[in-house]
């Protein structure tokens, strides 16, 4: 098997100045990737910014011996998605790799949330990943090539509490990729996401000291690399991604029912055959916290 390698190419990475975006920056620059890490550099609820943090880890890729450029521009707009686009043409003439990365937290549970905590949310995760995605999108239209990877997340995908916010967000950048694959698909853009868990300042104090010592963010980064690679498959498709454990989350249909009575009674009393899955090999996670304990699991088996 040869080295995946990234020479000559231009990478994006929002949210890179630490956790999962740093770990995700180094390995594409190991891999000889030309990098932008952007980062506004503020707290885990979005409070405040910063240039340092985005610098910290251009200096670190620098002193690795590879190539990068720091951007502090905020995803939360259009006009930051342009200026983070254009930073990445400025400094290095292209752009074949976006990692929609970064992040912020507003938890409450939905009765108590008010209006700027779901404002503030999805203007980061789902706005932003739009914002940044489309520029991006439109350069890689035109030049025929281009990976972009999204973060999702299980609190969207099978439900968290108090995460109504960054929930509904996460689940919307899983539609996100399905549509941008499919638009993607003749023009050699290929779009996936990841729905990761991994030991980070977002996730401190939840994880546990058992799984998050398992859970480095740096075990999330060879998937993000294999899906911005000109050798990626795969299109449209979500991963979750834990400390070396992969498996692929996806929408499904059952084969479903037809009633000759169409009515809400009968719909009652096949309900069980509605939602009847035939294919055994896979597990429907009731929540965030029914799938963390799964994925413990599998990884306590192989310690
Ligand atoms: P983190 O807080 O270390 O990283 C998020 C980064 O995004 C920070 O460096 C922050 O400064 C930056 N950021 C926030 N708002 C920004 C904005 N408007 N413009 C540019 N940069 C901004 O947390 P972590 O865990 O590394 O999160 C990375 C991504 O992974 C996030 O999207 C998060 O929601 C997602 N995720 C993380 C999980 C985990 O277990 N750590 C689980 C599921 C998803």
Redesign the pocket.
Do not use: C, F, K, Q
């Given at each position: 098997m040869s080295d995946l390698r990234f020479d000559g190419r231009v990478a994006i990475i929002?949210?890179a100045?630490?956790?999962?975006?740093r770990c995700h920056a180094l390995e594409l620059a190991r891999r000889g990737a030309q990098v932008l890490v952007?980062?506004?550099?503020?707290a885990?609820d979005?409070s405040g910014s910063s240039a340092s943090?985005a610098q910290r880890v251009v200096d670190e890729i620098t002193a690795l011996g590879g190539i990068a450029a720091p951007n502090h521009d905020?995803?939360?707009t259009p006009q930051g998605g342009q200026a983070i686009v254009q930073a990445a043409i400025d400094a290095f003439g292209r752009v074949d790799v976006l990692v929609n990365?970064?992040?912020?937290l507003r938890d409450k549970a939905f009765h108590k949330m008010d209006h700027t905590m779901i404002d503030a949310v999805i203007d980061?995760?789902l706005k932003?990943a739009m914002y940044v995605s489309q520029p991006a999108f439109t350069l890689m239209r035109e030049q025929g090539y281009g990976r972009i990877i999204s973060?999702s997340?299980a609190s969207g995908l099978f439900g968290n509490f108090g995460q109504a916010n960054y929930g509904a967000a996460k689940a919307g950048l899983a539609g996100l990729t399905r549509v941008l694959g499919i638009e993607g698909a003749a023009h050699g853009i290929k779009v996936n996401a990841i729905?990761?868990?991994?030991a980070?300042?977002?996730?401190q104090d939840i994880l546990g000291d058992q799984l998050a010592a398992k859970v480095s963010?740096e075990s999330v980064s060879p998937l993000v690399a294999y899906l911005a690679h000109e050798e990626c498959a795969v299109t449209g498709h979500v991963y979750s991604v834990a400390g070396g454990r992969i498996a692929r989350i996806f929408v499904a249909e059952t084969s479903g029912i037809v009633l000759a009575d169409n009515t809400a009674e009968a719909i009652q009393s096949h309900l069980a055959q509605m939602d009847k899955m035939d294919v055994e090999d896979y597990y429907e996670p009731s929540s965030l916290e029914d799938q963390t304990t799964i994925i413990a699991k599998a990884l306590a088996a192989v310690s």
């Open positions: 929002t949210g100045g630490g956790g999962l975006g952007n980062d506004l550099g503020g885990v979005g943090a905020s995803v939360a990365n970064a992040g912020i980061v995760h932003g973060t997340s729905a990761p868990i991994a980070t300042r977002m996730t963010p």
